[in-house]
């Protein structure tokens, strides 16, 4: 069965769930302190939270540990690498993904659920999902607002759109640029989502759309 | 401390006691440590039934959700910091709870956060607003326990002053219960967590004591400084070093930092402690002995382990990067004894610090409640008036700043009437916190009856089997004969509804001398309840096109402290009655209905009456109706009381005809008021129209929160 590891910083604290999901999903999970290596792993998670505080920026000082250096090995050798929220921050922050996360336009944290439109189903991580999809996902962050100089390099995954679709300023709940959710990376084995794909993989919790990214990412590992 | 206190203390101790004993002594024996105006009254309380594992008397209480599954519960005020500094006050205010529910063993997995203001009008009531919520956000988001509701309310009795409420559940295996104080001698103490500062000195006495005009210039040294990065360390370090079994005894330090949870652990079953002050990691030199022994700094733990395995934990405690320290040892004489660089600096018989007689207070029973007449305005006019209340409005601008769905439990989310929480595959925990200081200030003993019916009308109306309850009571100060009147009435009330119910408290906390320049506040009980409940049968809360509306329970003319009188600024009129046996019935038969599924959404009626809550349901449903108020089982016939009257034990139920037969056996007072449907709002009265309003419009006002502070969204 293939492994994933869920990184663990000072101040993560979405890991238990994000641990479940991907075990939901059908592969084994293990929260991983970010002290110990990641040699019998096949992919990595960095998961949401408050890593350092956000001491710096969010994301900054993570991003800086030498346990990134081994995320960046996975990222060269094409395994999965999976950022959630902060772990996004992180990997933006360690130059895994273009672009940075700004403060929202609004400049508070917000937590509420959206709806996203499913831009490129070829990554390992939205290989299940419909082209234009619209799914459900709660977001959680105060800095998700998404800008990169050049968007158009940038491989966009999930977009914040309305219940149809429809990406519009009124379904953009940051200010980021072209309402971008989630990006990945040129190869498509790096994906960084603010929205919480963790916290929708559970009926009871009003939506399994986002099982459907953990079991993208489960079974494209295991080819 | 009042002379007769301090007589006291010289007789037993045969001198005087010295400055580290006075400041230890005086911090033991505030109000606010010592409960020594309310424990006569809490003993009133039932504490015991089949559910309760730990009733009142540790850090928390602690419920049994099934044999695998203890729940443990707390709450906690921080009205007095919070009103001197708003966000540094609430945010310490989340983590002291989040450690009392910690130190049982248990992991804390949701928030509620009761908060109340002035009138939003005030810019300094603006800013108190958004400071505690600003504190409640950083704090409890970093330390990723979800906030999942609590109500924000506004009072003018409450100007320049806040009520700040928090409660916490926690989950645990039983074999991981943990008690708060030790059986054996030769323990030793490690205090673990964040340095020791000069914040927080004297922060029992100051929440002992009325606040001054010039508070915050006098009194921000007295709040304690958040640092959640370290409580979420602490929080995990702990865990880890529970589960290893080794941990004898443990307690965070609170109010009365060092001194109090030092010596509550040794104390309570006879034993004695020494404490090497000096041993103790300080965050700014020069610190005397007095100021480590009572410092409230945040985010630490007071270990107690066994010298073999004072090592094993400490590596824990390492890993996360945490300073520990071995600061003293329990013994087994009763003494209370501390050094500082090798000289005895304290030295008292432990049971002077923990065993603090009680006062009774003078009591002056008082009756506010007038019969008045109901004012002749027109129904839309009422309408208005109280949905565009601050107290109805959504507050979604509040709990979207809360991380609500971290640990990925939310099932039932806030804005609903509790919140529920997934535990296992098959069922989950409704939590939820109520208080009426509107009710209580007319007639503190229904009042009080009031926050417990309603507490088990929301758990009820997620579908959840009440379990236990915990309660919170913020008030004036107890040397006021008609504050400690109300004081006494109050938990008599609180005592008789849960034993109506067959409830127990688990836990609790009083806050007396809640007053800003010799202006007391109104009673204001907050009751907290837990209840248990199938995931699949949680009803739904909006209305939904075609179905069948339903009143359940008796109308009376009750509207004395209803948020209508409080915007016509009418003073008097008679507060609602709890009929406890109607309102068991009525839960019960919710209960049922959602058993056998009758039912497609719930919702309890309380502020705002009945008019309100069918409004809030067309905005959650977006879906019109048509209702007949009429129709409604009521003992008066002036439309305006059935509307806004507040009256206890009712419910609107939404279902679809076919069910009608059945649902109606389970109620003596039921009835049909009307349909959902359309996109309006309709109020009829024997067919004649009352009010007609978009759905569109009811939500443009339900939305208008964040416009209160200047904000656009």
């Known amino acids: 069965m293939v492994k994933f590891a869920v990184v663990v910083f000072p101040g993560t604290n979405c890991d238990f769930e994000t641990e479940r999901a991907i075990r939901k999903a059908g592969a084994e999970a293990e929260r991983v302190w970010y002290k110990t290596s990641l040699k019998d792993f096949d992919g990595v998670v960095l998961p949401g939270g408050f890593s350092y505080a956000d001491y710096l920026r969010a994301g900054a000082i993570a991003a800086r540990q030498e346990i990134i250096e081994e995320v960046k090995e996975f990222a060269r050798d094409g395994k999965p690498v999976l950022g959630i929220c902060n772990g996004f921050q992180v990997l933006t922050e360690a130059g895994l993904l273009p672009g940075a996360l700004r403060p929202n336009k609004v400049p508070r944290f917000i937590c509420r659920w959206v709806h996203l439109r499913v831009a490129d189903t070829e990554t390992p991580f939205t290989q299940f999902y419909e082209p234009g999809e619209v799914i459900r996902m709660p977001i959680a962050h105060a800095e998700g607002n998404y800008y990169a100089d050049d968007p158009s390099k940038v491989r966009i995954a999930f977009q914040y759109s309305d219940e149809e679709g429809n990406i519009t300023e009124e379904a953009n709940p940051n200010g980021s640029l072209l309402n971008i959710a989630a990006i990945a990376n040129e190869n498509g084995n790096v994906l960084g989502t603010m929205p919480h794909p963790e916290r929708a993989s559970d009926r009871f919790l009003g939506s399994e759309d986002g099982l459907k990214l953990f079991r993208s990412m489960v079974e494209w590992a295991r080819k | ?713």
């Open chain 2, 1 to 713: 401390m009042f002379p007769h206190e301090e007589k006291l203390i010289r007789e037993r101790l045969g001198r005087e006691p010295n400055e580290v004993e006075k400041a230890m002594l005086e911090v033991m024996w505030s109000e606010h440590a010592s409960y020594k105006s309310s424990r006569p009254f809490l003993k009133l309380l039932p504490t015991e039934n089949e559910h309760v594992v730990l009733g009142p008397g540790e850090d928390a209480g602690i419920v049994k959700f099934d044999d695998e599954t203890w729940i443990a519960v707390g709450i906690e005020s921080h009205n007095h910091p919070s009103a001197v500094e708003p966000y540094g006050g609430a945010a310490t205010g989340v983590g002291g709870i989040v450690r009392d529910i910690l130190c049982m063993g248990a992991r804390p997995i949701a928030l509620l956060d009761p908060i109340r203001f002035g009138p939003l009008e005030k810019e300094r009531n603006r800013y108190l607003l958004q400071g505690v919520v600003k504190g409640i956000a950083d704090y409890g988001n970093r330390i990723g326990v979800p906030t999942v509701g609590g109500e924000t309310e506004f009072d003018e009795s409450l100007d320049n002053y806040t009520l700040v409420n928090v409660a916490c559940v926690g989950i645990m295996r039983p074999e991981h219960f943990v008690h708060s104080y030790v059986e054996e001698a030769g323990l030793k103490l490690v205090l673990v967590g964040n340095r020791t500062g000069r914040d927080g000195i004297h922060g029992v006495t100051f929440a002992s004591e009325e606040l001054s005009e010039n508070a915050e210039e006098e009194d921000r040294s007295a709040v304690q400084i958040p640092d959640p990065f370290t409580e979420k360390l602490l929080i995990e370090a702990t865990l880890e070093a529970v589960y290893t079994g080794k941990v004898r005894a443990l307690k965070d330090l609170g109010g009365g930092g060092l001194t109090c949870a030092s010596s509550e652990m040794a104390g309570k079953k006879g034993f004695g402690a020494v404490i090497y002050a000096d041993r103790v990691p300080l965050r700014e030199p020069n610190m005397t002995p007095t100021e480590v022994m009572i410092s409230e700094s945040q985010e630490r733990m007071l270990f107690a382990v066994r010298e073999e395995d004072v090592e094993e934990i400490g590596k824990i405690f390492e890993k996360y990067g945490l300073e520990w320290t071995v600061v003293g040892e329990i013994i087994k004489e009763p003494r209370y004894i501390v050094y500082w660089k090798g000289e005895k600096v304290a030295d008292l018989p432990i049971d002077l610090l923990t065993e603090v007689p009680t006062i009774e207070w003078e009591t002056r029973p008082y009756s506010l409640e007038r019969d008045v007449e109901t004012p002749k305005i027109s129904f839309s006019d009422a309408f208005e008036l109280v949905w565009s209340s601050p107290n109805v409005l959504n507050k979604r601008w509040v709990w979207e700043q809360y991380d609500h769905e971290v640990q990925g439990r939310t099932v039932v989310k806030p804005g609903r009437d509790a919140a529920v929480l997934k535990i296992n595959e098959r069922y989950g925990l409704a939590f939820v916190a109520d208080g009426n200081p509107n009710h209580s200030h007319l007639n503190p003993y229904h009042g009080a009856m009031g926050a417990v019916a309603e507490v088990v009308r929301n758990l009820v109306s997620v579908g959840a089997e009440p379990l236990a309850l915990v309660d919170n009571l913020n008030f004036a100060s107890p040397e006021r004969p008609e504050v400690y009147w109300s004081f006494a009435e109050t938990v008599r009330g609180l005592a008789d509804a849960a034993r109506a119910f067959g409830l127990a408290y688990v836990s609790g906390n009083v806050s007396f001398y809640n007053e800003v320049v010799d202006r007391p506040i109104k009673p204001t009980p907050v009751v907290a309840g837990l209840g248990k409940v199938e995931l699949e049968k949680i009803p739904g809360f909006g209305l939904e096109e075609g179905l069948l509306i339903g009143v359940v329970g008796s109308t009376k003319r009750e509207l004395g402290g209803s948020e209508l009188y409080v915007r016509l600024g009418l003073k008097g009129g008679i507060a609602p009655r709890v009929n406890l046996e109607e309102e068991k019935a009525n839960a019960e038969g919710i209960l049922e209905a959602i058993r056998r599924g009758l039912l497609k959404a719930v919702h309890d009626v309380s502020k705002g009456g009945i008019a309100v809550a069918l409004a809030e349901m067309a905005v959650l449903g977006n879906t019109g109706f048509t209702a007949d108020l009429s129709k409604v089982p009521a003992e008066t016939s002036n439309p305006l009381e059935v509307a806004f009257s507040e009256s206890h034990g009712r419910y609107i139920v939404v279902f679809p005809e076919e069910r009608l037969e059945e649902l109606k056996a389970l109620f003596r007072h039921f009835a049909v008021i009307g349909r959902a449907g359309g996109s309006g709002a309709v109020f009829l009265w024997n067919g004649d129209e009352l009010l007609r309003k978009p759905i569109t419009k009811l939500r443009e006002v339900h939305e208008s929160f964040p416009k209160l502070l200047g904000e656009e969204e």
